[in-house]
């Protein structure tokens, strides 16, 4: 059974950074995508970034070149860090993993989530 424990969340001011950790056990990391959203209060969630088994990344536009996704396959973690962060940036961050099991559905597990509060 995959689990996930996200980690790293809090209050910062405009213009801060914040690192957050997701702690991923039960796959086979080497072969799990990981990504992140994240959720405004009363809006839906939302994409943030992406990470592929092979370290290809994509991003939301409207962090792009202030958040960096990453993982380290050594300690089954996969990362958040975000800088220049915004009040638009306030939310809970959930992080997530893609886990191939052919031939059946990949695999999608989400961690429980992490408040990210951006103080103007």
């Known amino acids: 059974q995959v689990q996930l424990v996200e980690s790293g969340g809090g209050l910062v001011q405009a213009g801060g950074s914040l690192r957050l950790s997701c702690q991923v056990s039960?796959?086979?990391?080497?072969?799990?995508?990981i990504g992140w959203y994240r959720q405004a209060p009363g809006q839906q969630r939302e994409f943030v970034a992406h990470?592929?088994?092979?370290?290809?990344?994509n991003y939301a536009d409207s962090v792009k070149g202030r958040f960096t996704i990453s993982r380290d396959d050594s300690r089954n973690m996969g990362y958040l860090q975000m800088n220049s962060l915004n009040p638009d940036d306030t939310g809970v961050y959930y992080c997530?993993?893609?886990?191939?099991?052919?031939?059946?559905?990949?695999?999608?597990?989400w961690g429980q989530g992490t408040q990210v509060t951006v103080s103007s």
């Open positions: 997530y993993t893609d886990t191939p099991r052919p031939p059946r559905p990949t695999l999608r597990t």
């Open positions: 039960g796959s086979t990391f080497s072969v799990t995508h």
């Open positions: 990470i592929t088994h092979a370290h290809s990344t």
